[in-house]
């Protein structure tokens, strides 16, 4: 016989929600899906939905990903952000959901399946959140701050990256994540020279015109030192430009 809840516990429905980011037409772009069921049917919203029983958090999340945008390959990087549960945030009752935060290469467009009615890369620029369902512009907004603090000392803005890529490739995740434009040389520098963030393959690019640029792979190293700190870091009475 199973164990039973104490009494006065009711049992919560529990969902995941993602905030995958990429980079497409050189702008920071999240995946949204419109809704095609109540509530909020017709509203965008970050795909997401219910966990299944005996599922575990991260498999519900990348499920939910294949099954509302056609999207089958589990992103380069994946991590719990946060637990959202306050009363009223689900029309549909108490409601706690788990956010993933997710980071990908370029990826191709996602098709719209089971309780969405559209899905599309959003560029985060043009992107209203007001309109979202749910809590989802706090979810975002979250997920957004998340990856900008983590690519200061982690080696998480490679997952942006092809698996083979520059120094100016690796510099532009950085300033569209940041929102604000960085130093090449000093860039370079900083990267180049921060054991086992990146490993050159001896390889280099074959340019129509221009000078080839060496190519990198992610080196081995997962806390970065010293850390990649956001200009506005370095020099807190300076404002951060806005995202170019």
């Known amino acids: 016989m199973s164990p039973s809840l104490p009494d006065g516990v009711v049992p919560v429905p529990l969902s995941v929600d993602l905030v995958l980011l990429t980079v497409r037409d050189d702008q920071l772009?999240?995946?949204l899906v419109r809704r095609g069921i109540d509530p909020y049917r017709g509203r965008w919203a970050l795909p997401g939905g219910f966990v299944r029983p005996g599922e575990d958090l991260a498999d519900a999340a990348v499920r939910e990903l294949a099954e509302e945008t056609g999207l089958r390959h589990r992103p380069a990087h994946l991590e719990q952000l946060a637990t959202y549960g306050t009363p009223g945030r689900?029309?549909?009752?108490?409601?706690?959901?788990v956010a993933f935060l997710a980071l990908a290469p370029q990826s191709r467009a996602p098709v719209a399946g089971t309780d969405a009615a559209a899905s599309r890369w959003a560029p985060l620029r043009d992107t209203s959140t007001a309109e979202l369902a749910f809590d989802h512009a706090a979810i975002l907004a979250d997920g957004l701050e998340r990856a900008r603090s983590k690519i200061e000392y982690s080696a998480v803005a490679t997952a942006f990256c092809?698996?083979?890529?520059?120094?100016?490739?690796?510099r532009r995740i950085y300033e569209l994540v940041w929102g604000c434009r960085l130093d090449p040389?000093?860039?370079h520098r900083k990267v180049t020279g921060t054991a086992g963030f990146l490993l050159p393959t001896g390889r280099f690019t074959t340019p129509d015109s221009g000078r080839p640029a060496e190519l990198y792979r992610r080196g081995e190293a997962g806390v970065l030192h010293p850390a990649m700190l956001r200009p506005a870091r370095?020099?807190?009475?300076?404002?951060?430009?806005?995202?170019?």
Do not use: I, W, Y
Request: no cysteine; aromatic share 6%.
């Open 29 to 31: 772009a999240v995946l």
């Open 90 to 97: 689900d029309p549909r009752g108490h409601v706690v959901t």
């Open 162 to 170: 092809e698996p083979e890529f520059t120094v100016a490739d690796l």
């Open 185 to 187: 040389r000093n860039f």
């Open 234 to 244: 370095e020099h807190p009475e300076q404002k951060r430009p806005e995202q170019s």
